[in-house]
């Protein structure tokens, strides 16, 4: 079962497969689930690398690692919901929101 963030309840994830005719239903589905849990921005957005160390604040270094956190909770139900065959595809991504428009643009 999967739970995301503090809900005691398990979330039905649907799966994507190659045979999947209705793309549409799929990513309606997974923009409400990433909705609900306040995650939408960061597969919206993607997240931005800080720039220059020596000319970041502890304020942005915080930022970024709350926008990196959301990310990583975001890819985990996207690694969940698709089969062994798309999984090789996406397992290189470097964010949910590089996951997720290879997803789409597939």
Known sequence: MTYIGSNPQPLLLP???QKIAIIG???FQ???LFQSQDLWDVMEEGIE???DEDEVSDGEIKECATKWK???KALFPIYQVVDETI???I???NSSKEAWDMLYNT
């Open 15 to 17: 799966k994507l497969t």
């Open 25 to 27: 239903v799929f990513r």
């Open 30 to 32: 997974m923009r409400v």
């Open 49 to 51: 690398e800080p720039g």
């Open 70 to 72: 959301k990310d990583n």
């Open 87 to 89: 999984f090789e595809r």
């Open 91 to 93: 397992s290189q991504s």
